[in-house]
């Protein structure tokens, strides 16, 4: 059974850049045709998808925010990492990796990590 754990700090300041790590068990994030993505969800609003990093080590982006987003991979460590900069309290959020199909069929979950943008 895959386990997905989000992991980074819980309070970034406006501007700087949000860093979350995602640390995959039971399962390799290399695996033919899984798709590993992050999705927040806002206070008071529905799921965003922001991107994935596919078991090819391809990248897509949600185009609202693919200015801003970058993700990467270690396969040494089973782990992929969200990079968000310039965040603005409009970024607060609890933030998600899962593995799924593509952008929409997320079959695991993380329990996800309140992230909030303060001063």
Do not use: H
């Given at each position: 059974q895959v386990q997905l754990q989000e992991s980074g700090p819980g309070l970034v300041k406006p501007s700087q850049t949000l860093?979350?790590?995602?640390?995959?068990s039971g399962g390799s994030i290399t695996t033919n045709y899984y798709y590993w993505s992050w999705i927040c969800q806002s206070p008071g609003k529905g799921l965003e998808w922001i991107g994935y990093s596919a078991y090819s080590g391809s990248t897509n982006y949600s185009p609202s925010l693919k200015s801003r987003t970058s993700i990467s991979r270690?396969?040494?460590?089973?782990?992929?990492?969200?990079q968000l900069s310039s965040v603005s309290p409009e970024d607060t959020a609890v933030?998600?990796?899962?593995?799924?199909?593509?952008?929409t069929a997320h079959s695991d979950w993380g329990k996800g990590t309140l992230v909030?943008?303060?001063s």
């Open positions: 860093s979350l790590t995602c640390i995959v270690d396969t040494s460590k089973n782990q992929f990492t969200l933030y998600y990796c899962t593995r799924g199909f593509g952008t909030t943008v303060s």
